[in-house]
């Protein structure tokens, strides 16, 4: 069974940083694509960030490019989203994804396995 499990979300003053985190079982690392979509109080989800351990490949929304980094940690078989500079509109419930869809293609696609999500809150 495929399980994500996310943490690292929490309360955090604009320009401030945090790191979630993404520990993935029940299949290989690397199998799958891996990475975050985040969904806001009555905005529609976003592709945040994904990574393809395999080869390396990324993919970062225009909104946190440049803010935001996605690492993946193989030994620990984890994947981290290091979020810095935060902003108000960073608000939201952050979901850890996977799925057989290049990174490229994700946020048109979806991912087939979700995590429950955690909550990142960033007041203005």
């Known amino acids: 069974e495929v399980q994500l499990v996310e943490s690292g979300g929490g309360l955090v003053q604009a320009g401030g940083s945090l790191r979630l985190s993404c520990v993935a079982s029940g299949f290989t690392f690397g199998e799958y694509t891996i990475g975050w979509f985040r969904q806001a109080p009555g905005k529609e989800r976003e592709a945040v960030s994904c990574?393809?351990?395999?080869?390396?490949?990324?993919y970062y929304a225009d909104s946190v490019k440049g803010r935001f980094t996605i690492s993946s940690d193989n030994a620990k078989n984890t994947v981290y989203l290091q979020m810095n500079s935060l902003k108000p509109e960073d608000t939201a419930v952050y979901y850890c994804v996977a799925g057989d869809v290049y990174c490229s293609e994700y946020r048109y696609y979806g991912m087939e396995y979700w995590g429950k999500g955690t909550s990142v809150t960033v007041p203005s």
């Open positions: 990574i393809e351990d395999t080869n390396g490949r990324t």
